[in-house]
């Protein structure tokens, strides 16, 4: 019964399964790690998985099934993914700086998250083929799973084309935290603070950029071992461009610093990513 109200406020994603045009991706909103991922393509497929978890839940007494997991994300499954000469999906991750009553820039060192086995778009329960969460992989990933994402050029992406996909990502950031800044309900800056989040997205076969999700509890871990001077030069970006606005607000040039570009102000609009 609970699912079926859930599918009435879904007509879109019913239509579509019912008529086989799209894929679907279920996530458990509060799990991480890609250990709840299913994807689908079928109602009876979703309906199947969901009441999995509910007896999974109902048997373990400390928990850990679908009556503790309460809430689901659902997104479009995308079609045709940038593969490259790897031929393993993979995503984008960018950490972004929310800084003070807010000031967001965007980290140009991202990094690309690979699949731990080449794609296979007809072999959904294959999550190896399918997710890119290289936490899911080990503690530390190794060089071929996580790779810098200016370096997708060796692996056959033209500069001009990543270029263009690092100006959308800057888009999507700064209109995330435009809607965001206008609702403080749900979202406050604070004066004096900084938080880093770790943006997620997805390229398409035309370079198109997705946003999968934020994290707001970014796992730095992700890098691995031979990636650890770009995590930390993360966190010297961090302090010249929070402590310093902080400290030294009347003197910081904000194009000092090429790391992270200002994708967003609340006191300087044309100071936002084109």
């Given at each position: 019964?609970?699912?079926?109200?859930?599918?009435?406020?879904?007509?879109?994603?019913?239509?579509?399964?019912?008529?086989?045009?799209?894929?679907?991706?279920?996530?458990?909103?509060?799990?991480?790690?890609?250990?709840?991922?299913?994807?689908?393509?079928?109602?009876?497929?979703?309906?199947?998985?969901?009441?999995?978890?509910?007896?999974?839940?109902?048997?373990?007494?400390?928990?850990?099934?679908?009556?503790?997991?309460?809430?689901?994300?659902?997104?479009?499954?995308?079609?045709?993914p940038l593969l490259l000469d790897t031929g393993r999906k993979f995503h984008v991750r960018a950490?972004?700086?929310?800084?003070?009553?807010?000031?967001?820039?965007?980290?140009?060192?991202?990094?690309?998250?690979?699949?731990?086995?080449?794609?296979?778009?007809?072999?959904?329960?294959?999550?190896?083929?399918?997710?890119?969460?290289?936490?899911?992989?080990?503690?530390?990933?190794?060089?071929?799973?996580?790779?810098?994402?200016?370096?997708?050029?060796?692996?056959?992406?033209?500069?001009?084309?990543?270029?263009?996909?690092?100006?959308?990502?800057?888009?999507?950031?700064?209109?995330?935290?435009?809607?965001?800044?206008?609702?403080?309900?749900?979202?406050?800056?604070?004066?004096?603070?900084?938080?880093?989040?770790?943006?997620?997205?997805?390229?398409?076969?035309?370079?198109?950029?997705?946003?999968?999700?934020?994290?707001?509890?970014?796992?730095?871990?992700?890098?691995?071992?031979?990636?650890?001077?770009?995590?930390?030069?993360?966190?010297?970006?961090?302090?010249?461009?929070?402590?310093?606005?902080?400290?030294?607000?009347?003197?910081?040039?904000?194009?000092?610093?090429?790391?992270?570009?200002?994708?967003?102000?609340?006191?300087?609009?044309?100071?936002?990513?084109?």
């Open positions: 019964r609970l699912l079926d109200e859930a599918l009435n406020d879904l007509p879109e994603m019913v239509e579509s399964l019912r008529a086989g045009t799209a894929t679907w991706v279920l996530k458990g909103s509060l799990v991480d790690r890609a250990s709840d991922m299913l994807i689908f393509n079928s109602i009876d497929r979703l309906q199947s998985h969901l009441r999995k978890k509910w007896d999974d839940g109902a048997e373990d007494d400390e928990g850990g099934g679908l009556a503790e997991v309460r809430e689901w994300v659902v997104q479009r499954y995308i079609d045709a950490y972004v700086l929310a800084v003070g009553d807010l000031e967001v820039y965007v980290y140009r060192p991202m990094l690309a998250l690979f699949a731990k086995e080449s794609y296979s778009r007809e072999e959904i329960g294959n999550l190896a083929s399918h997710t890119t969460n290289t936490c899911s992989q080990g503690d530390s990933p190794d060089a071929t799973s996580v790779q810098l994402f200016w370096d997708l050029e060796k692996r056959g992406a033209p500069q001009d084309r990543l270029e263009d996909a690092y100006g959308q990502i800057k888009a999507i950031v700064a209109e995330t935290f435009t809607a965001l800044s206008s609702e403080p309900t749900v979202f406050q800056a604070r004066r004096n603070l900084f938080e880093i989040f770790g943006f997620d997205f997805m390229l398409d076969s035309s370079y198109r950029v997705w946003l999968l999700e934020a994290n707001s509890f970014p796992d730095f871990k992700q890098s691995g071992d031979h990636l650890t001077n770009t995590i930390l030069d993360l966190f010297d970006c961090t302090i010249s461009r929070a402590l310093d606005a902080v400290l030294f607000r009347d003197t910081i040039d904000d194009d000092d610093d090429e790391r992270a570009a200002l994708v967003f102000s609340v006191t300087s609009s044309d100071k936002s990513a084109g």
